[in-house]
């Protein structure tokens, strides 16, 4: 599996931003990234991406509130960026809150935790040279 950073903090301290910018630099070289934002009370990837968000209507909600998580289920939830194309993201959508979803399970976590590398790799194609 990949590395995992992980990056928190007070509100508005700036940790989107600093993931973003993380994500651009760990790409250059054509490697790929996934940020994941988890925030369900303000969630920001309906902020970043709205043009993206509304034409593939996905939530990481709807993953971790799966039966069963698999690569195809974790790929079909990840938003790549049109001008970073290295660059994948998962989040709650537009209007979710903490009542949108049952209680995610720890053990779903679990089940998504080694799938990110292998979706993202199945949702980002390499553009051509």
Known sequence: MGKVITVWGSPGSGKSMFCCILAKALTRDKRKAIIINADMNVPMLPVWLPEQIIQTNTSI???????????????????????????????????????SYPEVKYAMVLQLTPLLKPAMWSSVSSPRT
């Open 61 to 99: 909600g709807q993953v971790l509130s799966s039966v069963e998580i698999d690569t195809s289920l974790v790929a079909s939830h990840v938003t790549v960026l049109k001008n970073y194309p290295f660059i994948g993201m998962m989040g709650y959508a537009a209007g979710e809150n903490p009542l």
